[in-house]
């Protein structure tokens, strides 16, 4: 190595140089608790539990979602649909999702037959206990 | 008394407590435990589109004992798990646990006999954070919910001892439809009333 080389000064102007360039360039940094990032299209966030027209959930516990899930974290019981829904025999009693073990992979959705469950762009919120991500079927419902 | 009273005029008094909270809180030297694909996402938090810098918590230490948030991200095998177990009680107190992940916190996808299902069985954490990976917004909630712990003055869950059984979650919620494994408890929850 030559002394022009040993003492570095060039390598140093040169890296310099670097970071005065992107000091006038464009920010890409987004304030993100401040500012929202624009969610991309077909974003999936957390489940949905869509309603009908006369307010009932259209889910009729065919478990469909929770046998094609591939962390298996929908637990549904079934119950049979009061006599005057005449078009199911059956609906859910219980429809948990446990948001800590579902991966967003939006398998249930597809596999639904009546459009029942939809995810939703909405972000999953953080929690400090296993037990809050547990969402029941009120709070799917509502979602 | 006299003189107290009249210093109180002056002098305000606080906590020297609250100013440490403060320091601690925007400057958390997070140690990344990367084994999967989530550290692929931690990394993109950390770059400078979402940059940590922003809430100090920007300098990554790979040594256990010079930082104070433990972020779990991938995949804990069985074998791991005493690994994670070292570097975490390598750690200098007081330290908070970030599970980021679905596999980290539950174990996601892989319910197979290699894979720890939740590292909240061995190591006390304090936040959750789910997804597969995590949006980086995700990861920024989480840090700001360890910012807000430390804030408020809640004791991190290293100082609350070892788990109570009954906090961690020991139902591992399947399907009904899923082949019964012995290891898992299996009870279903019970009927709600008036539903
Ligand atoms: S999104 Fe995927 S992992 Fe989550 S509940 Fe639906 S099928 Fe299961
Ligand atoms: S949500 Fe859809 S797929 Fe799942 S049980 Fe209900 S109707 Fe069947
Ligand atoms: S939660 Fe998903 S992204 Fe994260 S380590 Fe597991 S499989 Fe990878």
Same mark, same amino acid.
């Given at each position: 190595?030559?002394?022009?080389?040993?003492?570095?000064?060039?390598?140093?102007?040169?890296?310099?140089?670097?970071?005065?360039?992107?000091?006038?360039?464009?920010?890409?940094?987004?304030?993100?608790? +401040?500012?929202?990032?624009?969610?991309?299209?077909?974003?999936?966030?957390?489940?949905?539990?869509?309603?009908? +027209?006369?307010?009932?959930?259209?889910?009729?516990?065919?478990?469909?979602?929770?046998?094609?899930?591939?962390?298996?974290?929908?637990?549904?019981?079934?119950?049979?649909?009061?006599?005057?829904?005449? #078009?199911?025999?059956?609906?859910?009693?219980?429809?948990?999702? #446990?948001?800590?073990?579902?991966?967003?992979?939006?398998?249930?959705?597809?596999?639904?037959?009546?459009?029942?469950?939809?995810?939703?762009?909405?972000?999953?919120?953080?929690?400090?206990?296993?037990?809050?991500?547990?969402?029941?079927?009120?709070?799917?419902?509502?979602? | 008394? %006299?003189?107290?009273?009249?210093?109180?005029?002056?002098?305000?008094?606080?906590?020297?407590?609250?100013?440490?909270?403060? %320091?601690?809180?925007?400057?958390?030297?997070?140690?990344?435990?990367?084994?999967?694909?989530?550290?692929?996402?931690?990394?993109?938090?950390?770059?400078?589109?979402?940059?940590? %810098?922003?809430?100090?918590?920007?300098?990554?230490?790979?040594?256990?004992?010079?930082?104070?948030?433990?972020?779990?991200?991938?995949?804990?095998?069985?074998?791991?798990?005493?690994?994670?177990?070292?570097?975490?009680? *390598?750690?200098?107190?007081?330290?908070?646990?970030?599970?980021?992940?679905?596999?980290?916190?539950?174990?996601?996808?892989?319910?197979?006999?290699?894979?720890? *299902?939740?590292?909240?069985?061995?190591?006390?954490?304090?936040?959750?954070?789910?997804?597969?990976?995590?949006?980086?917004?995700?990861?920024?909630?989480?840090?700001?919910?360890? *910012?807000?712990?430390?804030?408020?003055?809640?004791?991190?869950?290293?100082?609350?001892?070892?788990?109570?059984?009954?906090?961690?979650?020991?139902?591992?919620?399947?399907?009904?439809?899923?082949?019964?494994?012995?290891?898992?408890?299996?009870?279903?929850?019970?009927?709600?009333?008036?539903?």
């Amino acid at each position: 190595m030559g002394l022009w080389r040993r003492i570095y000064l060039p390598a140093i102007l040169k890296g310099l140089s670097i970071t005065l360039r992107h000091v006038f360039r464009r920010k890409v940094t987004l304030e993100y608790p +401040e500012v929202l990032p624009p969610v991309p299209r077909g974003s999936r966030g957390t489940h949905r539990l869509n309603k009908d +027209e006369l307010g009932r959930e259209r889910c009729v516990a065919c478990f469909l979602c929770a046998t094609v899930c591939p962390s298996r974290c929908i637990t549904i019981v079934a119950e049979e649909a009061p006599a005057e829904w005449p #078009d199911r025999d059956k609906r859910p009693r219980v429809f948990d999702i #446990d948001m800590l073990r579902c991966i967003f992979c939006g398998y249930c959705e597809e596999a639904c037959p009546c459009d029942a469950i939809e995810l939703t762009p909405k972000f999953y919120p953080v929690g400090t206990r296993r037990e809050e991500f547990v969402w029941t079927k009120e709070r799917l419902l509502s979602n | 008394m %006299a003189f107290v009273e009249e210093l109180n005029e002056f002098v305000y008094t606080t906590r020297i407590g609250r100013l440490v909270d403060w %320091a601690r809180k925007n400057s958390l030297w997070p140690m990344p435990f990367g084994t999967a694909c989530c550290a692929i996402e931690f990394m993109a938090t950390a770059a400078s589109k979402y940059d940590l %810098a922003r809430f100090g918590a920007e300098v990554l230490r790979f040594s256990p004992r010079q930082s104070d948030l433990l972020i779990v991200a991938g995949r804990v095998s069985i074998k791991m798990m005493p690994v994670l177990i070292r570097i975490y009680e *390598q750690m200098p107190e007081p330290k908070w646990v970030i599970s980021m992940g679905a596999c980290a916190s539950s174990g996601g996808v892989f319910d197979t006999y290699t894979l720890v *299902q939740g590292i909240d069985q061995f190591i006390p954490v304090d936040v959750y954070v789910p997804g597969c990976p995590p949006r980086p917004e995700n990861l920024i909630d989480g840090i700001i919910r360890v *910012q807000r712990r430390i804030e408020t003055g809640e004791s991190p869950a290293s100082a609350l001892g070892p788990l109570r059984a009954e906090q961690r979650c020991t139902e591992n919620r399947r399907s009904p439809w899923a082949p019964l494994d012995p290891r898992v408890p299996h009870a279903l929850p019970p009927a709600t009333p008036g539903l």
